[in-house]
């Protein structure tokens, strides 16, 4: 079975941080490009941040830059997310995402492959 599995959220006060985890089964993450998105409460989904396939071409979205980073261990298959400096605007579930697309990465959702099902991360104090 071919899946995606989210770990690391949870409750942080303002100016933490979480690292999240995304986990591949069944599949090589190699040849895929990786994307972060998120999803707040009555909001559209929105790309947080994504990497290329070989890990040459990062994005980010304006407002996380110089706050998070995306990495990626094809070793253990499985993408992360550092986020510091969390503010609770940051407050949403956060999904990974896989793109076959080679030699990029996009920042919107149209085109993954496979999700993963989310992790709640909540900033409050």
């Known amino acids: 079975q071919l899946q995606l599995v989210e770990s690391g959220g949870g409750l942080v006060q303002p100016g933490g941080s979480l690292r999240l985890s995304c986990a591949a089964s069944?599949?090589?993450?190699?040849?895929?490009?990786i994307g972060w998105f998120r999803q707040a409460p009555g909001k559209g989904r929105e790309g947080v941040s994504c990497?290329?396939?070989?890990?040459?071409?990062?994005h980010y979205a304006d407002s996380v830059k110089g706050r998070f980073t995306i990495s990626r261990d094809n070793a253990k298959n499985t993408m992360y997310l550092q986020m510091n400096s969390l503010k609770p605007e940051d407050t949403a579930v956060y999904y990974c995402?896989?793109?076959?697309?080679?030699?990029?990465?996009?920042?919107?959702?149209?085109?993954?492959?496979?999700w993963g099902q989310g992790t709640q991360v909540t900033v409050s104090s």
């Open positions: 995402a896989a793109d076959s697309i080679q030699d990029m990465c996009v920042m919107t959702p149209r085109g993954y492959d496979y």
């Open positions: 069944g599949f090589t993450l190699d040849y895929y490009a």
């Open positions: 990497i290329s396939s070989s890990g040459g071409i990062t």
